[in-house]
């Protein structure tokens, strides 16, 4: 009732191939090329989606005022005289109630008006018009900025 052990060669050690340890460092190079990717996609993404109504606005020189933290209400007057609510298009007759319920801040909330330079005066006389027999107080009008010549 004997045991029998088989020893190999070399004192029971293997020859030949040798086991790896488990690497424990992690390999950042495809991480920040993911990472690089993204921003580009993000960076030249991220000016696309800021463009609601698509117009081409009138030139001025005037100063630019100063930006507020918070997406603005933006009333938007197309060439063909369509009217929008930020994306959303709307009646003329509806301004007024559509804007006293989004606003938060009452009727201190700032409105801004874009229009297209080939929108006839009138037609933004208009919409300002609805603006204020709604009773908001802060109307502002959109333009380009010319920058030096």
Same mark, same amino acid.
């Given at each position: 009732?004997?045991?029998?052990?088989?020893?190999?060669?070399?004192?029971?050690?293997?020859?030949?191939?040798?086991?790896?340890?488990?690497?424990?460092?992690?390999? +950042?190079?495809?991480?920040?090329?993911?990472?690089? +990717?993204?921003?580009?996609?993000?960076?030249?993404?991220?000016?696309?989606?800021?463009?609601?109504?698509?117009?081409?606005?009138?030139?001025?020189?005037?100063?630019?005022?100063?930006?507020?933290?918070?997406?603005?209400?933006?009333?938007?007057?197309?060439?063909?005289?369509?009217?929008?609510?930020?994306?959303?298009?709307?009646?003329?007759?509806?301004?007024?109630?559509?804007?006293?319920?989004?606003?938060?801040?009452?009727?201190?909330?700032?409105?801004? +008006?874009?229009?297209?330079?080939?929108?006839?005066?009138?037609? +933004?006389?208009?919409?300002?018009?609805?603006?204020?027999?709604?009773?908001?107080?802060?109307?502002?009008?959109?333009?380009?900025?010319?920058?030096?010549?």
């Amino acid at each position: 009732m004997g045991s029998h052990v088989h020893m190999s060669e070399g004192g029971g050690r293997r020859r030949g191939r040798k086991r790896k340890a488990p690497m424990s460092e992690i390999n +950042v190079t495809p991480f920040v090329d993911v990472m690089l +990717v993204l921003l580009i996609v993000f960076m030249v993404a991220a000016p696309l989606l800021t463009v609601g109504v698509p117009i081409e606005l009138p030139k001025t020189s005037a100063q630019q005022l100063g930006q507020s933290k918070k997406e603005p209400l933006t009333l938007t007057v197309t060439k063909d005289g369509k009217v929008f609510l930020q994306e959303t298009e709307i009646d003329l007759k509806s301004i007024g109630a559509k804007l006293a319920a989004i606003t938060k801040s009452g009727y201190d909330e700032p409105i801004y +008006v874009r229009a297209d330079r080939a929108v006839d005066y009138g037609a +933004v006389m208009r919409v300002m018009g609805e603006v204020a027999k709604a009773g908001f107080r802060k109307l502002s009008l959109l333009t380009d900025v010319d920058g030096p010549s």
